[in-house]
């Protein structure tokens, strides 16, 4: 039987990184994530520019060509900021705002159309924003739960884990069995 204990919300840490794989994202240029919380921007530095209007009229701009040649490009200080992400990658861009628990807590994620899943987005913002709970079992293994699942009991949280309910005895942070 496995025991799972969630853990006291003040002592959960992670690293974003290692939880969510964004690397994968950051590094193709297809996801930026800009905005109000803690004025942290995760993503290419060119983009980041381009999203908050720190380009200015005289900027130009490497831009890579399919073939592997690259150009200048001036970007303009006052663009339509899709045109110039789309300038600087050859894709169509996308925004959405992933939000925490208050109302301060909230950052914009821009993400290139077709390559980043509305579930993706989902997941960062979860990790990003503190919306997790983490488990541990009795080895000390931790598993990390979108409290959006947490909330709905037992059967969701084995289902989101891939356990058997039947195997499976999960406890909250106050030591109550959750059913």
Known sequence: MLKLTQVDPSNVWYEFEDETGIEYELNNNTIVITGNRDFKDIGDSDLIKVIKGDYYDDDEVFIEEPDGSCREETIGYEYDTYEELKKLTGKEWDQTTIKGYSQGDW?????????VSADRIEEIENFYMGKVSEF??????????????????????????????????????????IE
Request: proline share 4%; aromatic share 16%; net charge negative.
């Open 107 to 115: 950052q914009d994620v821009y993400f290139v159309k077709g390559e």
């Open 136 to 177: 541990r079992d009795e080895d000390a293994c931790y598993y990390y739960v979108p409290d959006d699942v947490v909330w709905k009991g037992k059967k969701a949280i084995c289902e989101y884990l891939d356990l058997k309910p039947e195997d499976t005895i999960i406890f909250n942070e106050k030591d109550e069995e």
